[in-house]
């Protein structure tokens, strides 16, 4: 008991004076300023990007009578997140390199009431002059083994500060109101832990079911729609 004692108090005292001193508290204030700094700009670039599809939105209002944006969802990934990329991918410690290796540190997703306005959105963004493409991956043409479904961009953007212009990457999830629902239940379901190997498989079938469902619904729904808007114009 007495060396458990001794163990526990050299524990303490080494932490209160390396981990919780003045020095190393300012160490690590000065090694997360760059990445704060760094998470600022893409939530600026991820304003840039909901503007442009706020635009658009009351642009197909005002032409065709209607909205084709339900919502629009953002996130910036979490330094965790970024952390266990670098580790995952070996990337080097410098923002240089996250920034490069990267590409989904800033995420919009927008998502629709019908399929062919997935595309229509794309082509709109991807036609302002500000707007760059860096890698495109259409998921509902080819769809993830899994039954995922999406249209995926990553564009670059310019943010304007103060005395700069910097250019930043933003990820852009395009789907419809059936593809988001079934995509956000599977990733739940996906992190469960713990499920014997024959359900799982039976799970997977079913999900894999599902998706098909989605997308039929998906197409059946933009055919009424269709025959609707024939029948009144």
């Not at 927008?110 to 997935?118: A, E, G, N, R, Y």
Request: hydrophobic share 40%.
């Amino acid at each position: 008991m007495a060396v458990r004692d001794y163990v526990d108090t050299m524990k303490d005292k080494f932490v209160r004076e390396n981990l919780m001193s003045d020095e190393f508290l300012d160490y690590i204030q000065g090694s997360m300023a760059p990445m704060d700094e760094m998470l600022a700009y893409y939530r600026c670039a991820i304003m840039e990007v909901e503007t442009k599809f706020k635009v658009l939105n009351e642009q197909f209002s005002l032409r065709y009578d209607r909205n084709p944006i339900e919502s629009i969802k953002s996130r910036v990934k979490s330094m965790e997140g970024i952390i266990r990329k670098i580790r995952r991918k070996s990337l080097p410690l410098s923002m240089e390199s996250v920034q490069e290796n990267i590409r989904d540190i800033a995420g919009v997703r927008v998502v629709t009431s019908f399929q062919d306005d997935i595309y229509k959105l794309a082509e709109c963004l991807l036609q302002q002059d500000d707007v760059t493409l860096i890698q495109k991956k259409d998921y509902i043409q080819a769809p993830k083994p899994g039954g995922y479904r999406s249209l995926h961009l990553i564009v670059e953007i310019p943010i304007f500060l103060q005395d700069e212009k910097r250019l930043m990457k933003v990820e852009v999830q395009f789907r419809t109101i059936a593809m988001d629902f079934w995509a956000s239940l599977e990733h739940k379901l996906r992190y469960k832990k713990n499920l014997p190997e024959e359900e799982a498989g039976q799970l997977a079938t079913e999900l894999l079911e599902c998706a098909e469902m989605s997308a039929t619904l998906d197409r059946r729904m933009l055919d009424i729609r269709d025959r609707i808007t024939k029948l009144t114009t």
